[in-house]
């Protein structure tokens, strides 16, 4: 009996799994993106932190001058 040449399963190795992003070209990318808002995430909450320590050091100063 003649070999099947219409059953390829296995042959040319493994492919890796994409994602729908990936598929549509937007894989590298939409990584540089991610990175991008986590860096303004980051410099948001630093600010954030310099003004709550700053609003709490504030207080602590007016406090014995109205006594």
Do not use: C, F, H, I
């Amino acid at each position: 009996m003649a070999k099947s040449r219409n059953n390829l399963l296995g042959v040319g190795g493994q492919r890796k799994k994409l994602s729908r992003a990936e598929q549509q070209g937007a894989g590298p990318a939409r990584d540089n993106d991610r990175k991008a808002a986590e860096d303004k995430k980051q410099e948001l909450v630093r600010k954030m932190r310099e003004r709550a320590a700053g609003a709490e050091a504030a207080p602590a100063q007016d406090a014995p001058a109205e006594s």
